[in-house]
């Protein structure tokens, strides 16, 4: 029946007619292009249906399986014979069948023609497998391999002609940018036939038969490799492992997939289950050697985990990651799994070397990061101790590698890794390795190191990763952390571990080597809690890091520290969270108060934790971010509104309401501050409708109670908005208020406010009874200054009505009664000639209070009489009552006239009420306005000039033309002996330039520089933000605009004809003078902080404006240069030396490059890129034309007087000269003798520069240990060119004390040998060192002479990546030496450094 059938299938394919001429001209095309037909038979090839394949194909098949059964040379006879007995040659069959792949191959092929290519490709490989296909001359390599991947040219791909164009503008793009694209012949060709292509529409009925097709050949594949070997074909095993491996995407699998060897493939289910036992497959030995064949596997099956599309010499692109591609991930990972389980040793280098593969070329993306770190922590799950302590090993290695994403991604290993359970360290035989399994060991050395990691994104990184350690199930893992901040305990070793053996044989100081990082001091006392010190004093300088995202992730890390009682709980560290709720980055702030939320939630019954709380929320609620408000409001509501619930005396608070009134007890005391916050947000929660009559009702039940503060203060805020309020208690509380002898002043003032809101509520009988209370209360002058000034704002708040002229006589009426019962007080003190000497303090303080307050509601009933007896209270001059016609001599001062016995705090209040009083009369203002302004000047108390400060700026406000002639007066008080006085100074004037009522002029904004540098810190900081965040928003061009003159002011210059021209006292120069050498670095402060804020057009305009205004000055003699001009001339100079005074645009930014690319960033790198040029030519330009000739000009001018300016200008001109060192003549063409000095300059710094990184790595070369390579032993490091097919071990960086690259990653500071200089550690890379000729004496270390070292460079990582080998140098940081056995022989090194030498013979 078979036979039949196959003669039957045969004859429909016209072998017979099929020309013998055409049969030959497609073998001699090797099978690579299509050779048409005659039309007749070619017509009746293409409407071979798919049943006559399939006939064929299962005839074939039948014979291939009975051959197994019968003797193999006889079934092989018979298969081969019959084709011959049925007139069909094998080279015509494979011609035909070749001719079918061909058609179907093509990309306008129609559905019968995929279909048919598919059931060739199946037929012809069914022929290989059959023994006496290679004699026969079946197998050819091209058509092989064309017929292997047939499933990528027929299956229709997802992607259509817009991704694929985008994919093609993507290739473009990582090619040359410079050069346009431009469309060749072949790519227009491929274009019209993706368009071609677009027109192709299949059915679901058409997929499935080519799904059926393909699943056919995949099986046909499966079938070949069980009976061909393919050993001596390496080639097509590799095609084979990239062909199985995008089968795993053609479909999702069904169910569990199983990977046992026994089972048969034509009852899998799933193209991708058929995949991976092809794969199985692949790496038994009679494919070739297993360890290649794992090797392709493992490097195929590595982008599946790293979910990523590699071509065959593209570089790989990431994929999407759904469901689906995760679910292949994943099938993978068990995958490889399975195959380390079944074949162990064997698999596990390869193991390790795609674990490795795994970490070096993951990118950035935060998602690919995580997914990449789980299947890390999958893999090495399953591992023994001993290969997982070597993977840890080199873990510790690639943590430091010169890739930020490198070190990035080892923190997110290292968190999977410790999401496992810690192994023992017994389990590993390996001593040196054992130390590598603890958790102790990853978070300490790993994780912890890496806070000093050069990019701000890896330091931010690994302090939240810090504190998500705290969170972890194992105690050694939250033990670690404690040991690294505990001050208590033993001691911690933050770069490893030691032996106690190493450390007992050493009682004094001693060195021993922990890492290859650096060597560790030990002192013989315990350093641990010096440690855990420098480490908290580092986590709280990274919470006010300049960088966003250190700055969020150590908030998250003093938080956790915080929470589990890691760190002490002081108001030092809480302060840190607290103070970030008002950073000026939003993220950092809604951190900050999702920590300090979080903080509160796990510590509700610390007081200190509360009191932060409260201080980092209440101010969030004016923040100028909605959602920064927004989320502070939800915070407030959640801990405080929504805890009031009805209280009963029978029910105790659960512990969500004791933390609501306890919040609110200290609003009420310690947090009083913060109430106009508090304000702020029952204003907006008025808006709401927040306050229902429910929510009413719970609060008042709580007047009665313990925590009866914190109800009034809530009802204080909520009763202007409230419906109704149950009056009756209300009124009850103000009875017993006012008959109580027992005031707490804020809850009396609370009292106060919700009485003024209720009393238009009240009817006038109560009212009438209220005012009573309240004058006869005030009257007796015991009430505190709160209470005093509260209850004159509730007596107004009765009076007040519709009728103005009704308002104001009531109060005239009440508030003049108490005016007149001060009077009276002031004048039987001030008139009496014992009255001074029997002073109740307190009580004079409350009279002069009250008169204050009161007279602003009453300025007609306040007369002269009034007027002179408070200025009586500053100074004593009675003979004025008896004429009070005679005015006050307004040149006096008041401390001027005859000594007053009265105390300074009575005195403060006494301005106060002046001042008060001046508010209301704009006589009183120009007559006082010139004595205020002198006692700042004169006055010795500081109370008393502290609050004519505050006087003269609330006199600004309402008199602005009077006091603006005033203000330098004000702002001489910034260099006030008293920090208190400068601080309130600063604070006003910001304001007042806030609100525009004071402008820039004079010498003001000078003076601001001044307060910039203030001897104490915290005012110079405020100072600081004043400028920053209040002023310059304001007005962006105010630093530019005065950059100029402060170099003069600053210098107390005045000789320029424009500059430094107005008015000062002597006085006020001699204040605010920061001139001389002795200040210099003060000024250099404010001029870095002026540039640091300068955009990229006002550096470029200050530095042509500096040309014109002070250069050219001296150049053509308008400024003598004497000694004062030098000392100008030559700060000048400096300042244009500064790095802040570099164009942003062209140096270079700080921090690293993006490690990633796509569209959006390949476009900002050219934007910047053409920025950078256009930039640089134009301050080229300017330079030459404004620049040089001004200071060739000038370099004559200094070389005449000899003056040391010249120096200053040389230093200038090397320092602009560094990134222009080619062109030094083109640019100093006018004045050769200067290019050559400028030239030699910059040749002579170069130098310095070297011979001073070489003597700071001879400095540190105390340690010579060999440095080990961790790699395993079946990929060993080569230094012969990689071969197109790599899968190595990636090698990182393995760092040596000496080796500079250090500074990439770490933020070190090293002492050089040299007394007084300092030097930062610069990266050096090996490969680009150049010897230069004659330096070979001068060499750092010398070696014996006679002896000949071999030095290799080898690659740090291999070129997993390139299929043409590419070899990566640039990461090179490994060097080779001989063999120990060579070493032997050779003599000791001289260890002294030639380099010293040569410097102390200098000296």
């Not at 050993?231 to 492992?241: G, I």
């Not at 100093?1228 to 040749?1243: C, N, R």
Request: proline share 4%; net charge neutral.
């Amino acid at each position: 029946m078979n036979k039949m059938e196959l003669t039957s299938a045969l004859q429909s394919l016209k072998l017979n007619e099929i020309p013998a001429a055409w049969v030959d001209a497609v073998w001699d095309l090797e099978f690579t292009e299509s050779k048409p037909l005659d039309d007749p038979i070619e017509d009746e090839l293409m409407a071979t249906g798919d049943q006559v394949f399939s006939n064929m194909y299962q005839s074939l098949l039948a014979h291939a399986n009975d051959q197994q059964s019968a003797d193999t040379d006889k079934a092989s006879q018979s298969i081969w014979a019959m084709l011959m007995e049925n007139g069909a040659s094998v080279k015509t069959l494979v011609a035909t069948l070749s001719f079918f792949v061909l058609a179907g191959k093509a990309k306008v092929a129609n559905i019968q023609q995929r279909v048919n290519g598919l059931h060739a490709a199946s037929l012809y490989l069914l022929l290989l497998g059959i023994p006496g296909s290679i004699a026969n001359k079946v197998l050819h390599e091209i058509l092989l391999d064309t017929c292997l991947d047939m499933t990528s040219h027929c299956w229709p791909q997802d992607s259509g002609k817009k991704r694929k164009k985008d994919n093609l503008k993507s290739s473009q793009a990582e090619g040359k940018r410079s050069k346009p694209h431009h469309k060749d012949a072949t790519q227009m060709e491929v274009e019209e036939d993706e368009e071609d292509e677009e027109e192709l529409h299949f059915s679901g009925q058409d997929l499935m038969r080519m799904r059926d097709a393909v699943v056919l050949l995949v099986q046909s594949i499966l079938r070949l490799l069980q009976t061909f070997p393919l050993n001596k074909r390496p080639q097509s095993a590799s095609s084979c492992t990239q062909i199985f491996s995008k089968l795993l995407y053609f479909e999702p699998a069904i169910g569990q997939l199983t990977f046992s060897a026994g089972q048969d493939f034509t009852k899998l289910r799933s193209v991708p289950e058929m995949a991976f036992y092809g794969l199985q497959l692949l790496y038994s030995p009679k494919h070739g050697d297993q360890k290649e064949s794992l090797r392709r596997i493992f490097h195929r099956l590595l982008y599946v985990i790293l979910m990523m599309n590699k071509g065959n010499r593209s570089k790989p692109t990431l994929l999407i990651p759904s469901q689906a591609i995760l679910a292949i991930r994943n099938q993978a990972i068990h995958f490889v799994l399975h195959i380390v389980d079944e074949l162990k040793e064997p698999a596990m280098p390869f193991l390790q070397i795609l674990l490795q593969h795994i970490c070096f070329q993951m990118v950035e993306k935060s998602e690919f990061r995580t997914h990449g770190a789980q299947a890390v922590g999958m893999l090495t799950s399953q591992m023994e101790s001993t290969d997982y302590s070597c993977f840890v090993k080199w873990l510790l290695n690639f943590s430091r590698h010169s890739k930020m994403v490198c070190r990035l991604f080892s923190v997110d290993v290292v968190m999977v890794l410790l999401e496992h359970p810690e192994r023992r360290t017994e389990e590993c035989e390996d001593l040196e390795l054992a130390r590598f399994l603890p958790h102790k060991f990853l978070i300490q050395s790993l994780l912890f190191a890496r806070r000093m990691d050069h990019s701000p994104t890896v330091q931010g990184h690994a302090l939240a990763c810090l504190a998500q350690c705290l969170e972890l199930p194992s105690f050694n893992a939250t033990r670690a952390v404690h040991d690294l901040f505990s001050t208590t305990g033993t001691q911690t070793m933050l770069e490893g571990e030691t032996t106690e053996g190493n450390l007992s044989s050493q009682q004094a100081q001693k060195t021993y080597r922990t890492l290859p990082f650096r060597t560790v001091e030990i002192s013989s006392t315990d350093s641990s809690g010096c440690d855990a010190k420098e480490n908290l004093a580092l986590l709280l300088r990274r919470v006010q890091d300049s960088k966003t995202n250190v700055r969020r992730s150590s908030l998250q890390a003093l938080k956790g520290l915080l929470k589990h009682e890691v760190i002490p709980m002081n108001w030092e560290n809480l302060a840190m969270l607290s103070e970030r709720c008002r950073d000026p980055a939003v993220s950092v702030k809604k951190k900050a108060l999702q920590c300090v939320g979080e903080l509160l939630a796990a510590k509700p019954e610390c007081s200190m934790v509360q009191k932060a709380w409260l201080q980092g929320v209440l101010p969030a609620v004016v923040d100028t971010e909605n959602s920064v408000q927004e989320k502070a409001l939800e915070a407030l509501d959640q801990v405080l509104l929504s805890q009031i619930k009805l209280y009963s005396v029978s029910r105790h608070l659960d512990a969500s309401q004791r933390l609501t009134w306890d919040l609110l007890g200290l609003l009420c005391n310690e947090c009083q501050g913060l109430s106009q916050y508090f304000s702020q947000a029952f204003t907006i929660w008025s808006k709401q409708n927040k306050f229902t009559q429910t929510f009413i009702n719970n609060l008042i039940s709580h007047m009665e109670a313990d925590h009866a503060a914190g109800a009034w203060l809530l009802l204080s805020k909520v009763v202007a908005s409230s419906p109704r309020l149950p009056y009756s208690k209300i009124l009850d509380a103000w009875d017993s208020m006012v008959s109580s002898k027992d005031i707490h002043v804020t809850t009396c003032c609370h009292i106060l406010c919700v009485m003024g809101d209720i009393a238009t509520h009240l009817n006038e009988d109560t009212k009438y009874r209220i005012v009573d209370d309240l004058m006869s209360w005030l009257k007796t002058f015991t009430l505190p200054l709160e209470v005093i000034s509260a209850a004159v704002e509730t007596l107004y708040q009765f009076g007040s009505s519709e009728d103005v002229k009704q308002t104001q006589a009531f109060l005239n009426q009440h508030c003049g009664e108490l005016v007149s019962v001060c009077e009276a007080y002031l004048a039987n003190i001030m008139l009496s000639e014992n009255g001074a000497e029997n002073l109740n303090e307190e009580l004079m303080v409350k009279h002069l209070h009250t008169l204050g307050v009161a007279s602003l509601h009453c300025p007609a009933r306040v007369g002269k009489r009034t007027v002179l007896l408070v200025e009586s209270v500053l100074t004593t001059h009675s003979d004025k009552f008896t004429d009070c016609q005679e005015e006050l001599p307004a040149s006096l001062p008041l401390s001027q006239f005859k000594a007053n016995s009265l105390p300074t705090r009575v005195r403060a209040h006494g301005v106060i009420t002046l001042g008060k009083l001046c508010l209301q009369h704009e006589e009183l203002v120009q007559k006082y306005l010139p004595v205020f302004a002198r006692e700042l000047e004169v006055g010795t108390e500081v109370a008393v000039r502290n609050n004519v400060v505050v006087i003269m700026c609330d006199l600004c406000v309402r008199y602005t033309n009077m006091v603006d002639h005033y203000v330098p007066n004000i702002s001489i008080c910034l260099r006030d002996t008293e920090g208190v006085v400068r601080e309130q100074t600063l604070i006003m004037l910001t304001n007042l330039l806030q609100e525009e009522f004071v402008k820039w002029k004079g010498s003001l904004f000078f003076r601001f520089m001044v307060a910039l540098v203030d001897p104490v810190p915290a005012i110079a900081s405020l100072c600081e933000y004043c400028l920053l965040h209040r002023l310059l928003k304001k007005n962006p061009e105010m630093f530019s605009q005065h950059f100029i003159e402060c170099i003069f002011h600053l210098n107390s210059y005045s000789k320029h004809k424009s500059y430094n021209k107005f008015p000062q006292s002597e006085r006020e120069k001699v204040l605010f003078s920061i001139k001389g050498a002795q200040h210099r670095e003060k000024r250099f402060r404010i001029y870095r902080f002026l540039l640091e804020h300068f955009t990229d057009a006002q550096r470029f305009n200050i530095t042509i404006k500096i040309n014109h205004t002070v250069l050219a000055c001296f150049a053509d003699k308008e400024l003598p240069l004497d000694a004062d001009g030098a000392e100008i001339l030559s700060e000048t100079f400096n300042i244009l030396s500064l790095k802040e005074m570099k164009l942003q645009a062209i140096s270079v930014p700080a921090g690293e490059e993006p490690e990633e690319e796509n569209v959006a960033t390949m476009a900002k790198a050219v934007l910047q890129a053409a920025q950078k040029k256009v930039v640089s030519q134009v301050q080229k330009k300017a330079f030459i034309e404004n620049t040089v000739p001004l200071i060739i000009s000038l370099k004559s001018l200094l070389e005449q007087k000899h003056s040391p300016v010249l120096r200053d200008l040389m230093a200038y001109l090397q320092v602009t000269m560094q990134d222009y060192s080619s062109e030094v003549k083109d640019f100093f063409s006018g004045d050769e003798q200067l290019a050559t000095e400028v030239e030699f300059a910059l040749k002579t710094a170069e130098k310095d520069r070297e011979m001073e990184e070489q003597m700071d790595k001879c400095s540190l070369a105390g340690d010579k240990t060999p440095i080990a390579q961790d790699s395993v032993p079946s990929s060993p490091v080569r230094s012969r060119p990689l071969i197109p097919f790599s899968f190595a071990t990636p090698q990182p960086p393995c760092p040596h004390p000496l080796s500079a690259r250090r500074a990439h990653t770490d933020r070190r500071v090293y002492v050089s040998s040299r007394q007084g200089e300092h030097a930062k550690s610069k990266s050096t890379i090996l490969e680009r060192t150049v010897m230069p000729k004659g330096a070979v004496n001068d060499r750092a270390i010398s070696t014996p002479k006679g002896v000949s070292v071999n030095l290799t460079f080898d690659e740090a990582v291999s070129a997993i990546f390139s299929d043409q080998g590419t070899n990566l140098d640039r990461e090179t940081s490994v060097v080779h030496v001989r063999s120990p056995e060579q070493e032997a022989g050779l003599r000791q090194w001289n260890v002294q450094s030639p380099l010293h030498k040569k410097k102390s013979t200098k000296v």
